[in-house]
């Protein structure tokens, strides 16, 4: 794609934002329609981290930051923060799964049996050890739980569980499994091979897997070349499907079946050595790449409460183009993920600095890269903030508000273990809506966006996310929630032609600008409560 290409297609989508036709829309859902148009465009081919159409649409973001007056806090005075990443390619031909056992061998057949992806931190991944299982591989201390008391774990292979107990909280327990590698690698483990449950392919499949694995996997370094998010201690890692995870088992003598039935009914499954030995191994590519945050400073108006800032972050990357199915349309556009995040972020700046009087706080915004690829443009702000960390007093993250019908309710992720949750409630009743509890813990979203990035840094985030009422009666044109994340999210279809509801987008502005007003106008800072899980986790 040429240079000129570009900046002509930049020049039509600012006279398209100049002839927005009127109509019923207010201001700020023509607004909103505008940037949708553009962000959410085929021009963008999907906005995959380190493309061509990521690097325009946070060239398009930077010069609406520079329109609203916004200052620069990236890089070298200017708006983006360059993110440098190494990325790791697997080569589809080299993956091997044996397991050795009393009457010989057995070898997984890859794709059908067994998934592995590319290895960042070596190019050839082999490793031959024992196997031990270590249930989910968690140790919770603040649930009162752990599955390592029964085992050793030093140089073996821990088989382990995907998902967490039942017993846990929702939150609590997204983290705990989020972050079960680096607790199986505290204890030596040197290898991981993750077994399918009948619950966590209703969540995420093991052939939802295949789509990914042809796929780069990255992450970001340091100055010295450093792997900064990953185990690169885990020599090689694999998935089984539930049937194959059922094989693996009964080689060990062990009952797959009886053991997930206990994990259903609440109950800790036995740690314990299996008997076996496996060898796994497999090759991967590997190149650099950057990609690019773009971040700037909103000053606040009082002189104290400047220096403290309230982050308001959304991730401007989706997937790209799909080369595995077959359709015509391959471009995942992602207009609700998470064109319509970005969007309301910049409507928001807009409406901000429109105001007589600024917020007391200064507000941050950080329009991050590699959200889909692990949270890697959140994390890598997170380690390298361009203000002083214990400075940003909360952070609001936007990610895939679903804007295709006309909810009356919301879900503040995160909120309930803060002070943030009064100003989240009361934001939300002032509009007509409800604000509900988690009706999907299952699905760990807490720990799926880029607020996790802020929260491991002790900050107290709230992700504020659109939700169906069941005594909805939806128009024949609108599309739930549920419908959303069914049958359009990472697909194609997750695109301009949805019925989106710009009416109903800029209510959702409205809220989230209330909340950001709340926050960075009060008097003291938001807290965590004293009896939350992540009041302890600082630093992570």
Known sequence: MTLKFILNALLISCTCLLLVTPDAHSDTAQRFEAHMDFLASDLLRGRDTGSVGHEIAAQYIATEFAKLGIIPAGDNGGYQQRVPFKSALLDLDSPKLMVSH???????????????????????????????????????????????DQIDLQGKIAVVLRGKPITFPSEEGAHYSRTSTQALVDRGAIAVISVSTPQMEKIWGFDRGKAYIDKPKIS?????????????????????????????????????????????????????????????????????????????????????????????????????????????????????DNAAGVTTLLEMAYQITQLNQRPKRSILFAMVTAEEKGLLGSDYFAHNPTVPIDSIVANINLDMPILTNAFDQLIGFGAQHSSLWGVIE???????????????????????????????????????????????????????????????????????????NYEVAAKFVAINRVIVSEVAN?????????????ATIKND
């Not at 009060?522 to 992540?534: L, Q, Y």
């Open 220 to 336: 970001w370094i340091n100055a010295q070349g450093a792997i900064g998010k990953g185990n690169p201690e885990i020599m090689a890692a694999a998935l089984l499907s539930v049937e194959s995870g059922k094989k693996l088992f009964a080689l060990a003598g062990m009952d797959m079946d009886a053991i997930i039935e206990q994990t259903e009914k609440g109950e800790q499954p036995k740690a314990q050595n299996m008997g076996l030995t496996a060898s796994i191994s497999y090759q991967s590519s590997h190149s650099q790449i950057s990609s690019p945050n773009v971040i700037g400073i909103l000053e606040g108006a009082d002189p104290v409460l400047k220096d403290e800032y309230v982050l308001l972050s959304a991730h401007t990357d989706h997937i790209g183009v799909s080369t595995h199915i077959e359709l015509g349309d391959k471009i995942n556009n992602g207009a609700m």
């Open 426 to 500: 009361g934001a939300v009743k002032q509009h007509g809506m409800n604000l509900i509890p988690d009706p999907m813990p299952e699905q760990s979203i807490f720990v799926r966006s880029d607020q996790y990035s802020f929260v491991k840094k002790g900050i107290p985030a709230v992700f504020l996310v659109t939700a169906d009422n069941a005594n909805m009666v939806f128009e024949a044109h609108e599309v739930s929630s549920q419908e959303f994340r069914m049958q359009h999210y990472h697909k194609p279809s997750d695109q301009l032609d949805l019925p989106i």
């Open 102 to 148: 009393d009457a010989g061998e057995h070898e997984f057949k890859f794709m059908s049996e067994f998934l592995v992806g590319a290895d960042v931190s070596r190019t050839e991944s082999a490793v031959s050890a024992e196997l031990v299982f270590a249930g989910f591989g968690i140790d919770a201390p603040f649930l009162n739980y752990s599955d390592f």
């Open 522 to 534: 009060a008097e003291e800072r938001p807290s965590w409560n004293k009896d939350s899980f992540f």
